[in-house]
């Protein structure tokens, strides 16, 4: 009694505890005797409470009409309580419930006992989830989250911006094919490294919702990526996040598979597959039954043994039928069976080219890494700042290994290699090919899990582990590889001569991976390219001694004798796979054959002379055609690109060298021979000159073009200029053009002899091109037929933003065609269309396109004869037009009247940023008038004036609106004469203008007090950075007074004193003032007469005060 007082005591500060809201349970109630009525009403409410949510959540149609039948049984509803939970919350079952809850609640405790009753009695789907749904989902997050913190992941190291949640995902249309026909690094390769252009990003979290408020969750969604890019860390970060409640929470059951796991079953039914793979999970058939979401995951569809078949795959609809593993997943992504379960897939692209395009309602793509991505991962793996630094470095003068590291397990056994070997302090240097990469990865594996004593290794040691370890593992790869096996159970590792131990444990670890489930236990290698490289090995080895074909399935095949013959049938197999599924292997194959790439591996491939790598590199080449003969020929495949990655891995590179240094001093014309074309094909992929820009000016030709044109579709900007091409040429790059996998952004075909035809060919393009935002066709003949077909065009693509057609005599009818695209294009950012003379009945067509285009336009109507009435109209569309930027009106006979017009456009216009005005007729009347405008406009960044035969009279106007002005940065009053009263003024209003940065004053003729006026004015100015003063007489005296100016003013930076006299005591000033002054980083004294001696004398002077200064004397 004594013993529970305390805890009496402690029950009767609060005899009652809340429950939810207003529920209570009686915490003193009598365990041994009758439960009273406060107990019994406060039971079944109870348990509507805590089943409220899953209630609502579960609750369907068929199973509340039951409900209410079981609920006018009993007596508790009323047909009018019938018909208004039918028809309440808008048919919505959801709501329906709710109404139904309330009503039962004023029922109590009758109403909530039935509904209890009823639910626990049932045996229905909707029922069983109601009860046990909450515990079922906590018990498999549980067990997942155990599963996931014990499987390894070789990104582990990444920081968390570098994950592949992080990372996110690509929303693609469609696979490219590219991504259905070749190799994974060949893929990689071809594109540089990037993905494609303009894709949708998708943040993990959203993978399975809806993209819009219209459109529904995907049932089928697949994501595809190539191997090694992240795909299964995806799943994993996926599955980790659900199971926390981050992602999805609408979703109730996540159910993870690998393929993998399925290889070792051969028939299965759905239940029995979840049962197998979740023993917790004690009713697989309420997890599929669609009662409740279930999301299903099958990841690494390459890694499946079977095909699968859509077209010959028995239906299955019975989730308790067991049929072959292969139909079971058909049907599934079919939707036969399990039809109400969410579906997600990952795959490399090839393979998941086998799964019809109209099955898949969301297709992804994971994104590898950009080099900002290696960068930050290179620091974070790597805290000694000179070891990342020094890898850096070597990426970016290989820029080959750079492309490769964008895959990110790539970039870790990149990483690891290359800090290991500067830790030791190879004598040979770091890798510059992937096969000498490669070597090392597996020579430091290879020692790093031998067994060790107390004794340091000898070398004989370690070659005896190198043979032991990466011997069986070499066949083991090889035999997998030709059979597209990628994953090993350890039947396969014992029937290869692999040690399962070594396997398991340190020894090897790093070049197969163990993975284990509840299913299957497998084996796989750490990266689709060590898998390569241990089968080159092998193949390398066993080459030298086997006497039948080493790729042939059966025991016996036509005789192969010698190293070389089998060389020549691996090469022969690669060129005849048309996938490239042997590219990879045959470049690390080539590769071997280099001294440096074999030695650190020489226990296991062993020594060689030279000899065969230089009948190897002769073999190569002459694989690619003759160096000489005609140019062009069919168009080079990728199979033939990967020969000259195999002369680059063998370092045979003369031709590959010869090739590269014509591109880059622009001398290819007339040298482009099959095997150059080739070369050429391979440079386009890895030259660090095409990299941002490919220039194939003055060098190509219809042959040359029609063989280059698969690989120019992967170049994102094109120079074809001064080609000669003809219309032919451009029926070419219009299909290049329409292409699902171009990628060129920018092409340029300026001074080339395209016609209409060309040009007909080209808009055919632009109909369907979606990745092209710019076009340059000026100095070409397209006429105006050929610009009224690309204006037909443009109205329809809205993704160009700049096209130039200049020089191609598109006369009357084709200018009024192109601006009418105007009306309809909202995407057109510059159009420079005219260059012969721009007619004034014209202008009234192109003034109605700049009112109505919703485009930020750069207009150029230089040189044409617009005058003051063509001003008229073109200035009142300024007036309403809010996003032309740029207006290019030089030399159009533009008077006073058209400057007054201008002027009043200015004062409404708030978008216009660069106005020229030069070489027109406007004197000092009209610039007074644009002068008043600019004294009210703020949106004028630029304003050109030269040869306006402006005076005083306008220059004090400038000066005066230059005072209220914030938004003016370059004033350009070149050859006017506004003399030294007109620089004065200016001079004064920079003294309190806190905006101009350029100055052009050349040929004003400004002299001594202009001059010293402005150094005045530089002593207090501290936002002029450029100040042009060429062609003046400011003399000695005006240097001087410059120079003093220079000791204090800190923001000029560019400064023009040609031609104006100084002579050698005004140079001599200006020297010695860059003492104290050293932010000029431009100054010219041409022209002063100062002479070579004194030339050179000031030259050194200021070079030595201002060693970044370029000086032009």
Not at 161 to 184: I, M, P, T, W, Y
Not at 567 to 589: E, K, P
């Amino acid at each position: 009694a004594e013993r529970r007082a305390p805890y009496e005591a402690l029950l009767g500060r609060s005899e009652r505890v809340t429950w939810q809201r207003d529920c209570y349970m009686d915490l003193q109630s009598n365990p041994g005797g009758p439960p009273s009525k406060s107990d019994r009403d406060a039971h079944g409410s109870v348990w509507v409470h805590q089943h409220q949510q899953q209630l609502q959540r579960f609750t369907t149609a068929s199973f509340l009409r039951r409900m209410l039948s079981h609920l006018r049984v009993q007596e508790l509803l009323s047909v009018v309580d019938e018909m208004r939970v039918e028809d309440g919350g808008g048919r919505q079952v959801e709501e329906q419930v709710m109404t139904l809850l309330s009503l039962l609640a004023s029922r109590a405790p009758h109403g909530p006992d039935a509904l209890q009753a009823f639910v626990e009695n049932s045996d229905s789907h909707e029922a069983r989830l109601i009860l046990t749904h909450d515990h079922m989902v906590k018990e498999h997050q549980t067990m997942l989250l155990q599963r996931l913190a014990s499987s390894r992941d070789r990104m582990y190291n990444a920081p968390p911006s570098l994950s592949s949640a992080s990372r996110g995902l690509l929303l693609v249309d469609g696979l490219s094919n590219l991504q259905q026909k070749e190799h994974d690094l060949m893929q990689v390769n071809t594109a540089r490294g990037s993905g494609r252009i303009h894709l949708r990003s998708l943040a993990l979290a959203r993978l399975m919702e809806p993209l819009t408020r219209v459109s529904s969750s995907p049932r089928v969604s697949l994501t595809v990526g190539v191997a090694g890019i992240g795909k299964t860390a995806l799943v994993r970060q996926f599955v980790t996040q659900w199971c926390l409640r981050k992602v999805c929470s609408d979703i109730s059951f996540v159910l993870p598979f690998s393929f993998w796991e399925l290889n070792s079953l051969e028939k299965v039914s759905a239940e029995r597959l979840v049962r197998l793979a979740f023993p917790h999970l004690s009713d697989p058939s309420l997890v599929l039954s669609g009662a409740c979401r279930t999301l299903l995951i099958f990841d690494g569809l390459d890694e499946f043994r079977c095909r699968l078949n859509f077209s010959d795959a028995s239906t299955c609809s019975d989730p308790k039928k067991e049929v072959s593993v292969e139909d079971l997943v058909t049907n599934i992504i079919r939707g036969n069976l399990l039809p109400d379960v969410s579906v997600w897939l990952t795959s490399r692209s090839a393979h998941a080219a086998l799964i019809p395009v109209g099955l898949v309602d969301r297709l992804t793509e994971v994104p590898g890494f950009t080099s900002q991505d290696v960068h930050m991962f290179l620091h974070h793996c790597l805290p000694e700042r000179d070891t990342a630094g020094q890898v850096w470095a070597h990426l970016e003068s290989h820029k080959f290994l750079m492309v490769m590291s964008y895959i990110p397990c790539v970039c870790q056994i990149v990483m690891e290699t290359l800090r290991f070997l500067l830790q030791k302090g190879s004598p040979d240097g770091l890798p510059r090919t992937c096969t000498e990469l490669y070597a090392h990865f597996c020579a430091m594996n290879a020692e790093a899990g031998a067994p060790r004593g107390r004794e340091p290794m000898r070398t004989e040691q370690v070659q005896a582990s190198q043979r032991k370890l990466l011997g069986p593992l070499g066949r083991l790869a090889f035999y997998g590889l030709i059979k597209h096996k990628y994953t090993f159970g350890e039947q396969d590792l014992r029937a290869h001569g692999v040690d399962l131990p070594s396997a398991q444990g340190s020894h090897g670890a790093a070049l197969l991976v163990r993975e284990e489930s509840a299913i299957f236990v497998a084996y796989r290698f750490a990266h689709l390219t060590v898998q390569e490289f241990l089968a080159a090995t092998f193949y390398h080895v066993s080459s030298k001694r086997a006497i039948f074909d080493l790729f042939s399935e059966s025991a016996m095949s036509w005789p192969k004798l010698g190293f070389q013959n089998h060389f020549r049938n691996a090469l022969q197999r690669s060129q005849q796979d048309d996938g490239g599924h042997l590219d990879v292997l045959v470049r690390f194959l080539a590769g071997l054959l280099s001294p440096s790439a074999a030695k650190p591996l020489a226990a296991l491939v062993g020594k060689d002379d030279c000899s065969q790598q230089v009948w190897a590199g002769g073999f190569l080449q002459s694989l690619l055609g003759p160096t000489g003969g005609s140019e062009g020929g069919a168009a080079v495949s990728l199979r033939e690109v990967n020969l000259a990655y195999c002369l680059q891995e063998l370092k045979h590179t003369e031709l590959l060298w010869k090739v590269e240094e014509a591109l880059s001093s622009g001398s290819l014309a007339g040298t482009l021979s099959r095997s150059h074309c080739v070369a050429l094909a391979y440079l386009l992929q890895v030259s660090p000159e095409c990299r941002q820009e490919t220039n194939l000016s003055d060098c190509l030709n219809y042959s040359t073009v029609k063989c280059l044109l698969p690989q120019l579709l992967y170049c994102s900007h094109l120079r074809l200029e001064n080609n000669h091409f003809k219309d032919n040429v451009m029926e070419l790059l219009g299909s290049l053009l329409s292409a699902k996998d171009c990628q060129v952004q920018k092409i340029s075909l300026a001074d080339n002899s395209i016609g209409n035809l060309g040009a007909k060919a080209l808009s055919r393009a632009l109909l369907v091109n979606r990745t092209l935002t710019a076009l340059d066709l000026r100095s070409n003949n397209i006429g105006a037929k050929g610009a009224r077909f690309l204006a037909e065009a443009l109205k329809m693509n809205q993704a160009l933003v700049s096209i130039n057609f200049q020089n191609n005599a598109i006369g009357e009818e084709g200018t009024r065609a192109l601006a009418d695209v105007l009306l309809v294009n909202r995407k057109l950012v510059s159009l420079k269309e005219f260059q012969e003379t721009f007619c004034q009945k014209h202008i009234t067509s192109h003034d109605v396109s700049l009112t109505l285009a919703v485009v930020t336009l750069v207009s150029s109507l230089q040189s044409n004869s617009i005058s003051d009435r063509g001003m008229t109209a073109l200035t009142r569309s300024l007036r309403t037009n809010q996003c032309l930027q740029s207006l290019n009106l030089r030399e159009n006979s533009v008077g006073v009247v058209g400057a007054r017009n201008m002027a009043a456009a200015l004062r409404e216009n708030g978008a216009l940023r660069n106005l020229d005005l030069t070489a027109n007729l406007l004197h000092d009347e009209g610039v007074q008038a644009i002068a008043g405008a600019i004294g009210v406009n703020q949106s004028l960044t630029s304003l050109h004036l030269q040869w306006n035969f402006i005076k005083v009279g306008a220059t004090k106007a400038l000066a005066h609106a230059l005072t209220s002005n914030t938004a003016l940065n370059l004033l350009d009053l070149q050859e006017n004469c506004i003399g030294d009263e007109g620089m004065v003024c200016l001079a004064n209003a920079l003294k309190n203008n806190c905006s101009l940065k350029t100055l052009c004053l050349q040929g004003v003729s400004a002299g001594r007090s202009g001059a010293i006026a402005m150094a005045t004015a530089l002593m207090v100015n501290h936002s002029l950075h450029t100040l042009d003063l060429l062609g003046n007489s400011i003399g000695m005296e005006g240097a001087k007074a410059l120079a003093s100016a220079l000791k204090h003013n800190h923001s000029l930076k560019s400064l023009n004193l040609q031609e104006n006299g100084l002579g050698m005591d005004g140079a001599i000033f200006i020297a010695t003032a860059l003492r104290a002054n050293h932010q000029l980083t431009y100054i010219n004294l041409q022209g002063n007469g100062i002479g070579e001696s004194g030339a050179k004398v000031i030259s050194d002077t200021i070079r030595t005060n201002s060693p970044d200064c370029v000086v032009m004397i």
